[in-house]
């Protein structure tokens, strides 16, 4: 290994390093602040990493590994995403009397898998990067030990997480046995080869991996999983889960696609197609029925990554930025949305508010908060001037350009459900209360980091939503070759 490949590998070092660092830290002693503050460092000098790994890519680590400008782009979206998740579990488990570290041991280990999976190249390393991101979200669902919601959530993902790489694995597997390849390339090569019966065990290999990668992404319907883990994991953990795992995923679903020319293949699109519509139409409609707002942020979730589909599969080829831009709008918006709700539970004990009615005249008494709040549904609903607009604008772009038409029928008629539902919760934070809830954030909310962090978020919303150009010109400039 040379020079140029260890330097385009500092972000996954940094990392791994942190997660040393942390351990060994707690294993010395017990300190809340002392251990989030090296887990922030740990994941901003990863990032720092990552701009020198931009200048160095393209580099093939060995035949598992390929640091590129793409991979660096969504390292670095991982890694914020991370940094952001870290800032708020320090704000959240303030108020937790049981051990507190761990949180920050398990989130880098998550976070080390998110890298590995954007830069896997081939089925070995996907795998590794799937499995190290997912097996720390079992303990970081459940952590909450005393909660009888976020054992069950962290016990339907560990089953239904277990059974989804199982499907994965075994199409890996199929694939394999006909074409003698694990590499995404040297797949996309050898598939045009094969035909008869080889080609039918393709298309089960190929369906048995849409299947695991569906339930990672919570497509419908794949996603009976979602809103039990969303209510019952701890706030930040629920906005690390809606964001960076999915992030990681879907990035080498699109690396995947492109690299063994997946788009070649119509029957493959046709299913995507169908998931993409499903996802929308009954992530929207099931939203309609939520008054606990992290079911109704994962209905959201769900509609949104149909919303995606439909970027990834009218934008072909050219689908890396379409997806760069919507996926980085959703990640922002999304831990927005799921700040104001850790800020709003952190000082207590017991569950988490997540009902609708625990927001209610929330303007009244914090309306900063409540207004980042209103933010957040508004560019989630894809209200211009937020950074939700963008996104959308980019899917239905790409619909039109390819004029597939069943798919933005899919996406004007979600938009429109959607629209409703978050002015509903909207609504929630602007009525007079009719008694004084128990649940807010505290006074000095803005001035710990947690509250900066939410605080920036709002703003990157609109500025996202108002002058995207310099975000756009970077996910351009790390497009798939």
Known sequence: MNRQQLLALLPILFSSATVVWVMTAIAIKR???????????????????????????????????????????????????????????????????????????????????????????????????????????????????????????????????????????????????????????DIGARVA???????????????????????????????????????????????YLATASKVAVFAVLLRFFIEAKAYNYELLLDVLTALAIVSIVLGNLLAL????????LAYSSIAHFGYLLVAFIAAGQFATEAVGVYLL?????????????????????????????????LFWRRPYLSTILTIALLSLAGIPMTAGFIGKFYAITAGVEKRQWLLLG??????????YYYLRAMVQLYLRAPWVRRYSAPLAWAQGTGGAMVVALAVLMLVLGIYPQPFIAAIQAAGLH
């Open 31 to 185: 300190h809340h602040w002392w251990n989030a503050t090296f887990s922030v460092i740990g994941l901003n000098l990863a990032l720092i990493g990552c701009v020198v790994a931009y200048f160095v890519s393209p580099q093939i680590v060995t035949p598992l590994l390929i640091v590129d400008s793409y991979s660096c782009l969504y390292m670095a979206m991982v890694l914020a995403t991370g940094l952001a998740t870290a800032t708020l579990s320090h704000a959240y488990m303030e108020g937790y009397d049981g051990n507190k570290e761990e949180v920050y041991l398990l989130l880098n280990l998550s976070v080390l898998g998110g890298l590995v999976l954007v830069c896997a190249r081939h089925f070995a390393s996907f795998f590794i990067g799937l499995e190290l991101l997912s097996v720390p979200l079992y303990g970081l669902i459940g952590y909450l030990v005393k909660e009888r919601r976020s054992l069950e959530a962290s016990m339907k993902y560990l089953v239904l997480s277990a059974a989804a790489s199982a499907f994965i694995l075994f199409g890996m597997a199929l694939i394999y046995s006909q074409t003698g390849a694990l590499a995404f390339s």
């Open 193 to 239: 080869a094969i035909s008869g019966s080889g080609y039918t065990v393709m298309v089960v290999g190929g369906a048995m991996i849409l299947v695991g990668i569906g339930f990672k992404l919570s497509l419908a319907p794949f996603h009976l999983w979602t809103p039990d883990v969303y209510e019952g994991a701890p706030a930040p953990v629920a906005a």
């Open 289 to 296: 029925l939520q008054d606990n707002i992290k079911r109704l």
């Open 329 to 361: 709008t959703y990640v922002v918006t999304t831990l927005a949305a799921f700040g104001v709700v850790t800020l709003m539970s952190s000082p207590y004990k017991n569950h988490d508010a997540d009902t609708l009615w625990d927001y209610r005249g």
């Open 410 to 419: 899919a996406v004007v008629f979600g938009s429109a459900v959607g629209l």
